[in-house]
């Protein structure tokens, strides 16, 4: 469904941009239709770079994005336009990515709208039922996004990105923002959905306990670049690289503070 | 012997429309040289706790209750009395480390600041006193790093920055509101290992945190809260093995680890608290009078206590 080749990003900045920072190198990727891939690293390790990349939000330096057979890089803009409602991503923190002056009803209903996906009459209606798929009561319909909690506003980033029955989403930290009890709900969502659906996922995040529970492979990515990938039962038994060592080991941490045992 | 005690804490604010009860009746002790979480989910009042007990609550709250720090009653003391505690006896490490420093100021300056004011120390000592702080929280070069400004550092180092400023006039008990929000992992625990030494020696810590993980690293006894109350007080190691209340069994069910089950439905909106018990709406185990009386936070054990009718 979406392939990744040979794909590095290197930033430049300062005195005639000659600063150089390579924030992705080489990386190459692949996600089957209906796959769901965990992108697991440290802040700044690549991930979101490379999960904007996947989409072409971020030109990459070299390489290409292949998606559904087509080569992403050789669209043109308004090429690119179309298919893009295909492709969607969910943001990390849906305080900056939902628009302040927007309600619910509008924010939901404005890619239908730009699509012409359903008749002016009937998008009341679409947005009720996404608003039912979500998890999210009717009468949330007319309000801001201020007046609802971090949870609610997450799953109408998520209806809003639902609205265009994507084949493939990009979720980016969704829960970064989120409390424990939330964030149980919100991935249970996506996952239910994921599933429902047959989506192809890219679920970034820097908790391998959360990818264990997400995704059917993981990639560990480390100073821009994939150091180990496999299922996320084998990489949490027996990692092969040192790094995905520390990061388990990090990740285990707070489990041995809550007193439980290692399990895979 | 209780070095802060809260009696009746109410806190509330009210809109244009209607009240909202953010901190409700809450009775809690902070021993000294006990270590205490508060946990609950966001908009529970764990913050307004806090803030309550560092007299830095809005103008606009209304406030009932008591505090006392030692034998002296802090809740809506004086400004002049609180200046005098705040920073000196009880200091804060703040959420939000981008948003706690001021940007145009070193950090150096920043944290020599109380020094110069609560201890009136002359700048020669003031500084070499921030210079040893700041290397023993793990910055490898003080002097270069006390001339630089808060953006120049990552959110890791800005945490540790926070860090002393809270310890630099040796309070007695710090409150930690959500240290490690926004830090990944292993720097999450390179912080949380620092704040545990730094405690060690012989001071108090109110911890505020959603994170069990945190919680149970960093803390002897643990309160959770919920809608404004507490729901249940124990010693750490037994709340989290044998977790009495619906509420905090359901916490622990949403961990990652324990296959992110959720509780389902949402906390009832602070102005619209149910009359019966606030969990009652969630609650796998709820009975006809959950729905109608609200239960006490009742004593189960000489250590534990929980506010729920199964425990009758």
């Known amino acids: ?264 | 012997m209780g070095l802060i005690r809260i009696s009746g804490l109410r806190v509330a604010f009210s809109t244009c429309s209607e009240e909202i009860r953010a901190v409700d009746a809450v009775d809690l002790d902070i021993r000294s040289g006990d270590s205490l979480s508060l946990i609950g989910e966001s908009g529970c009042g764990k913050t307004v706790m806090g803030m309550a007990i560092m007299g830095l609550l809005p103008k606009n709250a209304m406030i009932s209750g008591s505090i006392r720090y030692g034998d002296q009653e802090i809740l809506s003391a004086p400004d002049r009395t609180m200046q005098q505690i705040r920073g000196k006896e009880i200091a804060m490490i703040s959420q939000n480390s981008a948003n706690a420093l001021d940007p145009v100021m070193t950090i150096g300056d920043q944290i020599a600041e109380p020094l110069l004011i609560h201890r009136l120390l002359p700048t020669t000592e003031a500084r070499s006193e921030t210079l040893r702080l700041l290397s023993a929280l793990g910055f490898d070069e003080p002097e270069t790093a006390a001339g630089r400004y808060p953006h120049e550092f990552s959110g890791g180092m800005r945490e540790r920055i926070l860090i002393a400023l809270a310890l630099i006039c040796n309070p007695r008990l710090i409150i930690a509101d959500e240290p490690t929000a926004g830090l990944d992992a292993q720097v999450k625990s390179q912080i949380l290992r620092l704040i545990k030494k730094q405690i060690a020696s012989n001071r108090t810590l109110f911890l505020i945190t959603h994170d069990m993980g945190t919680a149970s690293f960093l803390s002897t006894r643990i309160a959770v809260m919920y809608a404004g109350e507490l729901v249940e007080a124990g010693p750490t190691k037994e709340v989290l093995a044998m977790p009495r209340h619906p509420y905090t069994q359901g916490l622990l069910a949403s961990l990652p680890s324990a296959g992110l089950h959720p509780i389902p439905g949402m906390s009832p909106a602070p102005a619209h608290l149910p009359k019966g018990c606030r969990f009652c709406a969630r609650c796998p185990s709820a009975t006809d009078r959950c729905s109608t009386l609200h239960p006490p936070l009742k004593e189960t054990s000489n250590t534990r206590q929980v506010r729920c009718f199964l425990y009758d």
Not at chain 1, 67 to 90: E, H, K, T, Y
Request: proline share 5%; with cysteine.
């Open chain 1, 1 to 264: 469904m979406i392939e990744l080749e040979a794909i590095t990003k290197i930033y430049t900045k300062g005195f005639l941009r000659q600063q150089k920072t390579t924030a992705v190198n080489n990386v190459s990727l692949s996600i089957k239709k209906g796959g769901s891939l965990g992108l697991v690293g440290e802040s700044g390790s690549g991930k979101t770079t490379l999960g904007r990349i996947a989409l072409r939000l971020i030109e990459p330096t070299s390489g290409t994005v292949r998606f559904d057979g087509v080569n992403l890089m050789a669209l043109s803009r308004s090429a690119l336009r179309q298919i893009r409602p295909r492709m969607q991503i969910v943001f990390q923190d849906p305080d900056t990515s939902l628009d302040p002056r927007m309600t619910v009803q509008e924010c939901i209903a404005e890619p239908l709208e730009i699509w012409n996906l359903v008749e002016p009459q009937d998008r009341e209606d679409r947005v009720l039922e996404l608003l039912d798929l979500v998890g999210l009561q009717p009468d949330l319909i007319g309000r801001f996004p201020f007046e609802i909690s971090g949870g609610q506003k997450q799953r109408v980033a998520l209806a809003r990105v639902l609205a265009l029955t994507p084949d493939f989403i990009v979720a980016d930290e969704p829960t970064a923002a989120l409390d424990l009890s939330v964030q149980a709900q919100v991935l249970s969502l996506i996952k239910t959905i994921q599933k429902k659906t047959n989506l192809t996922l890219l679920f970034i995040s820097h908790d391998l306990q959360i990818i264990g529970q997400m995704c059917d492979s993981v990639a560990v990515m480390h100073k821009g670049t994939i150091v180990e990938q496999g299922t996320p039962r084998g990489i949490l038994r027996d990692p092969k690289d040192p790094y995905t060592q520390k990061l388990i080991d990090a990740a285990y941490e707070s489990e041995a503070w809550l007193g439980k045992e290692k399990k895979v």
